[in-house]
């Protein structure tokens, strides 16, 4: 079999004994943590450094996911096991040379937080990839205006690259194509958690979508109110028409024009089975006349970290390609094919 | 909204603006006509040639797809509404300046035809995109051995660009990512069609698979022996463990070794609803530890003509972007995302 020496059409057996991409993680939450653990079993990408509010951890040879989760649980920041600082960020971007690859795996209840953490990245000339899984279409929409920026400092930035926005996303522009019209694409997710409070910035971000509630007053509200709103509703986040990125994603991509995109789902905080499957559904008329329906769904036993993480660096194996190219900027995750990243 | 200026990233208000490209399709039988008819709707792209047996019709302005059956009807070949040649190929490359892209619907009952075509059309010094829809390993692995030909005359390749290959092998990379180890993906096509003898190469294609057949075998059947093998199965092909190129497609973009593909499918020549619904299914271990498996499925409504044309000119509109970027040589259609093109 002829190889391929393109970036693009890359020679798996040579990448596989290539040394891996050097990966930092921002933020240590819930999906922070899930990170660096799925990192930690892939050959073709390690973790050399992340940040949380307390401060970050750096490790140029891979830092190790047991002292991380042991620093949490006995200081409460990852920066036990390395720096403790008020600036994780810019303790990071000291050691930018280090770095192949940012993961934003940030709590994002502000849209111009993302964008302002990779502006700083822009500014102390950066030049690697940055993937990121934001769900909100204003936040998506910042982190595109960042584009010719993220050009000059020759940044390879995907966004939107998670399960929803990401992995449906794509899927629903792959489904597109069989079609000459898209008359809608409907994307439902059933999230089932039984520790929402690992993933609190996750249900605070789902409960500013409901009803008489938006991001200011999600920002303020305490644990034991949130714990009051999730009893309210026995433990079950209902979201319709969502305020969700797939929508301008596909936008972008030039598949449909974004208020043809709905995105609902159903979040139950208190067990771990998902309410519904999550899926998506494109629905349209072909050239020869037909209406008819695509479904992409996905497996209830896979965890929202596998759907968000796997995807995730799927992408940012694509964007290390690109980058190699010199293919610079921002892109959406429904425009670009994410490549397994073993 | 910030507009992107990038090839891969493109302002589709004014793609929309732009004089489409201009594509020629090679081949005018079911699959060759049924193109013709789907690019007569598209804004975006344009038939200026198009070439069968007897001879090609070649029109900078574009060709009227009523003015191309009526000469098939009347004369049997196309060359009817332009030039009859007994290298009709030979003739389209002889205008090779007006062409942007090329769409390969020829019958490839010989796994080297295409390539030869391909070899022919680099060797004329053409530089713009080309997509194949073919279906075979050994037929996609020979285009892949022309990687460094094509990247010499800068021509970019999209190579299995169809359905399966093509839709379904796309969507089986982009369900993968949710998995650290994929244990095995199937694809099961059900195709259902009334005329079988709009598409005999298809279906001579098809026998090939069948137990006691091959390519030499069917190459030299009769209508009437064709006929009569259709008459045995009641009008039903039952196909397992066939020789299709997802395998390989999907080895190449380093998803999954070649082995765990399966591709299977039934055809009725009957009747035009499918036996089945056609699906892939990627089972695989996540990174926590859990078995699963996501489904993709296509609509029933969705004929084979609109899920195979559909994808290829999505391929086509990316090869042209790709193009424009200086990105040549030859890719597999799981390793590109495609875009829609309108």
């Given at each position: 079999m002829q190889k391929q020496e393109l970036g693009m059409n890359v020679d798996n057996t040579k990448a596989h004994k290539a040394p891996p991409a050097r990966v930092a993680v921002l933020g240590a939450g819930g999906l922070g943590m899930a990170a660096a653990q799925m990192l930690s079993q892939k050959r073709s990408l390690q973790l050399v450094a992340i940040a949380d509010k307390g401060g970050a951890a750096i490790d140029p040879t891979g830092l190790s996911v047991e002292?991380?989760?042991?620093?949490?649980?006995?200081?409460?920041?990852?920066?036990?096991?390395?720096?403790?600082?008020?600036?994780?960020?810019?303790?990071?971007?000291?050691?930018?040379?280090?770095?192949?690859?940012?993961?934003?795996?940030?709590?994002?209840?502000?849209?111009?937080?993302?964008?302002?953490?990779?502006?700083?990245?822009?500014?102390?000339?950066?030049?690697?990839?940055?993937?990121?899984?934001?769900?909100?279409?204003?936040?998506v929409k910042n982190i595109f205006q960042l584009h010719k920026k993220l050009q000059q400092s020759r940044i390879t930035y995907i966004t939107g690259a998670g399960a929803t926005p990401g992995l449906l996303t794509a899927a629903a522009n792959l489904a597109a194509q069989s079609y000459s019209e898209i008359q809608s694409i409907d994307i439902e997710f059933g999230v089932g958690i039984s520790n929402w409070e690992a993933y609190r910035a996750t249900i605070k971000e789902d409960i500013a979508h409901l009803e008489g509630f938006n991001l200011e007053k999600v920002s303020t509200m305490t644990y034991e109110e949130i714990l009051a709103e999730l009893d309210r509703r026995d433990g079950i986040l209902k979201l319709v028409n969502m305020e969700h990125a797939d929508d301008i994603l596909l936008e972008i991509a030039g598949t449909v024009s974004r208020e043809k995109v709905h995105i609902g789902g159903v979040v139950d905080t208190r067990?771990?089975?998902?309410?519904?499957?999550?899926?998506?559904?494109?629905?349209?008329?072909?050239?020869?006349?037909?209406?008819?329906?695509?479904?992409?769904?996905?497996?209830?036993?896979?965890?929202?970290?596998?759907?968000v993480l796997g995807p995730a660096f799927g992408w940012l194996a694509k964007a290390l390609q690109l980058h190699k190219r010199g293919i610079y900027g921002v892109f959406g995750s429904a425009e670009i094919m994410p490549k397994f990243a073993p």
């Amino acid at each position: 079999m002829q190889k391929q020496e393109l970036g693009m059409n890359v020679d798996n057996t040579k990448a596989h004994k290539a040394p891996p991409a050097r990966v930092a993680v921002l933020g240590a939450g819930g999906l922070g943590m899930a990170a660096a653990q799925m990192l930690s079993q892939k050959r073709s990408l390690q973790l050399v450094a992340i940040a949380d509010k307390g401060g970050a951890a750096i490790d140029p040879t891979g830092l190790s996911v047991e002292d991380l989760l042991d620093a949490q649980k006995k200081h409460k920041t990852v920066g036990a096991a390395g720096i403790k600082t008020d600036d994780s960020i810019g303790a990071v971007i000291k050691h930018l040379g280090l770095i192949d690859g940012v993961f934003i795996a940030l709590p994002n209840l502000d849209n111009n937080f993302v964008p302002s953490v990779v502006r700083r990245f822009a500014d102390a000339k950066y030049s690697g990839v940055m993937v990121d899984a934001l769900k909100r279409t204003t936040a998506v929409k910042n982190i595109f205006q960042l584009h010719k920026k993220l050009q000059q400092s020759r940044i390879t930035y995907i966004t939107g690259a998670g399960a929803t926005p990401g992995l449906l996303t794509a899927a629903a522009n792959l489904a597109a194509q069989s079609y000459s019209e898209i008359q809608s694409i409907d994307i439902e997710f059933g999230v089932g958690i039984s520790n929402w409070e690992a993933y609190r910035a996750t249900i605070k971000e789902d409960i500013a979508h409901l009803e008489g509630f938006n991001l200011e007053k999600v920002s303020t509200m305490t644990y034991e109110e949130i714990l009051a709103e999730l009893d309210r509703r026995d433990g079950i986040l209902k979201l319709v028409n969502m305020e969700h990125a797939d929508d301008i994603l596909l936008e972008i991509a030039g598949t449909v024009s974004r208020e043809k995109v709905h995105i609902g789902g159903v979040v139950d905080t208190r067990n771990p089975k998902k309410p519904v499957s999550t899926h998506v559904t494109v629905t349209g008329r072909t050239y020869d006349g037909f209406t008819s329906t695509h479904t992409f769904t996905l497996g209830d036993e896979t965890t929202m970290a596998a759907n968000v993480l796997g995807p995730a660096f799927g992408w940012l194996a694509k964007a290390l390609q690109l980058h190699k190219r010199g293919i610079y900027g921002v892109f959406g995750s429904a425009e670009i094919m994410p490549k397994f990243a073993p």
